[in-house]
């Protein structure tokens, strides 16, 4: 079955760090661009950066660049979101997702997502 | 950034009526949107990609259409387990952005 399993949320103070886990299973993971995306309580989607499937080219949402770091080991099948300096407003639940094959930017699978909660 | 405005932010109605949702971009977006259904406590689910495409699995009572700046999500005959939260999505440019959501419910 293809799935992605995140893990490495929870409550933590502002200006604190946290490294969330993608484990992905049931597809060749290193064939895959992957993603963040995260969503506030009670409010929208919002895309916070993604990755290519060797590693070789990143980017960020203005909001968490600096702050965020994205990488990924093909070898563990695994991706990662390193946050450091956070803030109040990155709380949210984090979602990994996948970019579907082909030339459409669409993410077709997505994990059950984490939740980050930044607050003293 | 591109701005994704979608409408109505809610909607009420019943079931087998047929729905409609629209999807505005701040600017043209070369037909690079994609739908997406999140229920309540679960991620998205993608349903709809380049503008008109049925996501595979994805029952053929949604569909999409639209071009440049204005797109339209529809489902012909709703039913009772499509009540959740729509979101329209563009990735002509980066960042990637999301309409804010259409919550649709049974009246």
């Known amino acids: 079955e293809v799935q992605l399993v995140e893990s490495g949320g929870g409550l933590v103070q502002p200006g604190g760090s946290l490294r969330l886990s993608c484990a992905a299973t049931?597809?060749?993971?290193?064939?895959?661009?992957m993603h963040w995306v995260r969503q506030g309580p009670g409010e929208g989607l919002v895309w916070v950066s993604r990755?290519?499937?060797?590693?070789?080219?990143?980017n960020y949402a203005d909001s968490v660049k600096g702050r965020f770091t994205i990488s990924r080991d093909n070898a563990k099948n695994t991706l990662y979101l390193l946050m450091n300096s956070l803030r109040v407003e990155d709380t949210a639940v984090y979602y990994c997702?996948?970019?579907?094959?082909?030339?459409?930017?669409?993410?077709?699978?997505w994990g059950q997502g984490t939740m980050v909660t930044v607050s003293s | 950034d591109i701005q994704m405005t979608q409408s109505p932010s809610s909607l009420s109605a019943s079931v087998g009526d047929r729905v409609t949702i629209t999807c505005q971009a701040s600017?043209?977006?070369?037909?690079?949107l994609n739908w997406y259904q999140q229920k309540p406590d679960k991620a998205p689910k993608l349903l709809i990609y380049?503008?008109?495409n049925l996501e595979t699995g994805v029952p053929s009572r949604f569909s999409g259409s639209g071009s440049g700046t204005d797109f339209t999500f529809t489902i012909s005959s709703l039913q009772p387990e499509d009540i959740a939260t729509y979101y329209c999505?563009?990735?002509?440019?980066?960042?990637?952005?999301f309409g804010q959501g259409t919550k649709l419910e049974i009246k």
């Open positions: 990755i290519n499937s060797d590693g070789s080219s990143i």
């Open positions: 049931g597809f060749t993971f290193s064939s895959y661009r």
């Open positions: 999505q563009q990735y002509d440019s980066l960042p990637y952005t």
């Open positions: 600017q043209g977006i070369n037909n690079y």
């Open positions: 380049d503008t008109s």
């Open positions: 997702a996948r970019e579907r094959m082909g030339p459409t930017d669409a993410f077709d699978i």
